[in-house]
């Protein structure tokens, strides 16, 4: 499963911190117009994150996540899958995302991708990005697709083939250019362990700086508020990320 449209990250609100936040519509390098939301510090740190959705695309939750990466001193932009199906108008909670998933593909992800990134760089000289399930495969993609990203994090991402064989992140980890993280549920019942051990097997043989960690007896989607029973894992892997981020955001 993904998360639920009422679940909210486990990350705790920085009480005074200064944010500011838009919607936006950006447009692909293949002239698709996407929605967009973007959250900003008033004290930048010159880091952005471009944050990919689960399955379901932009929703409240990664526009809280985006706040709470801004809260922390780093703009963050969330954005949307299905500009070239559903358009880019706000969406009800009877959106049918299942009926829009079909018609994605890594070019077009990674072409609204490269436009949020573009965005994201003209504030700030570093960008990473972070991704959960569906997009955290193809935040892991990116560091194969995109240029001079910093380092790409997946919450439980599928690193293999995609079901019509299109080859994953384990497959073109030759072509990786930037650090990994993989947060991964040891429980997963979507993504084997074995998966995860290949994934990192094959970041071993390239040579990809990479950490893997997989949280025993965690779930799907645990990094969740709504999922208590994980919070300790959800804190752990909020703090490996800013660690992550903090720790390759060095200059170049």
Not at 36 to 64: C, H, K, N, Q, S
Not at 72 to 91: C, Q, S, W
Not at 94 to 121: C, M, N, W
Not at 128 to 146: D, I, N
């Amino acid at each position: 499963m993904c998360f639920d449209l009422d679940s909210a990250p486990p990350i705790p609100v920085l009480r005074g911190a200064a944010v500011s936040h838009d919607d936006l519509v950006l447009e692909g390098r293949d002239g698709n117009r996407f929605a967009a939301f973007m959250a900003t510090p008033d004290e930048p740190t010159g880091v952005g994150v471009a944050i990919l959705p689960d399955v379901r695309g932009l929703y409240r939750f990664y526009e809280e996540l985006a706040l709470r990466f801004a809260e922390r001193g780093y703009t963050a932009i969330a954005f949307d899958y299905f500009g070239r199906t559903a358009g880019v108008g706000k969406r009800g909670e009877d959106f049918d995302y299942r009926e829009h998933t079909p018609e994605t593909t890594v070019a077009g992800v990674q072409s609204d991708l490269a436009a949020v990134i573009a965005k994201l760089r003209e504030t700030t000289s570093v960008v990473f990005t972070v991704g959960f399930c569906f997009g955290g495969r193809h935040s892991w993609l990116a560091a194969a697709e995109q240029d001079d990203l910093y380092g790409a994090v997946g919450f439980y991402g599928r690193p293999g083939p995609a079901q019509d064989g299109t080859p994953g992140p384990t497959q073109r980890a030759s072509e990786i250019r930037a650090p990994i993280l993989g947060l991964m549920g040891g429980a997963d019942q979507a993504i084997p362990v074995e998966a995860v051990d290949e994934f990192d097997r094959a970041l071993d043989e390239a040579g990809v700086e990479h950490e893997i960690v997989v949280y025993d007896g965690a779930p799907h989607s645990f990094f969740d508020r709504k999922q208590e029973e994980f919070a300790d894992a959800s804190e752990d892997a909020w703090k490996r990320t800013l660690d992550f981020i903090r720790r390759n955001a060095r200059p170049r």
